[in-house]
Nanobody, 121 residues
Framework: QVQLVESGGGLVQAGDSLRLSCAASGRTFSSYAMGWFRQAPGKEREFVAAITWSGVYADSVKGRFTISRDNAKNTVYLQMNSLKPEDTAVYYC?????????????????WGQGTQVTVSS
């Protein structure tokens, strides 16, 4: 069982940066692939980024967002630069017990409660 707690969301202006964190419980964090998803109002939840040893990204965030992990701290991060109003969403951290990345929500077994990111124009 893995529990995930996101933090770092907030209200920023377009062009600003934010770093989201996701702290995971458990002793086998390094055995999990980690992902970030987001859900904007009235839209379906969508893939943002995922990582095992290296990151993969949705086209909409490639070059602006960076996913990283610190296995010693059981934490995964999402550095978000050059934020746009269309990045406004609730951001969710997710974990899957396999060392392969996936952009498919249903392949993740564990989810955090989400953190709100609002980007004003």
């Amino acid at each position: 069982q893995v529990q995930l707690v996101e933090s770092g969301g907030g209200l920023v202006q377009a062009g600003d940066s934010l770093r989201l964190s996701c702290a995971a419980s458990g002793r086998t964090f390094s055995s999990y692939a980690m992902g970030w998803f987001r859900q904007a109002p009235g839209k379906e939840r969508e893939f943002v980024a995922a990582i095992t040893w290296s990151g993969v990204y949705a086209d909409s965030v490639k070059g602006r967002f960076t996913i990283s992990r610190d296995n010693a701290k059981n934490t995964v991060y999402l550095q978000m630069n050059s934020l746009k109003p269309e990045d406004t969403a609730v951001y969710y951290c997710a974990a899957r017990r396999t060392l392969s990345v996936s952009a498919t929500m249903s392949s993740y077994s564990y989810w955090g409660q989400g953190t709100q990111v609002t980007v004003s124009s």
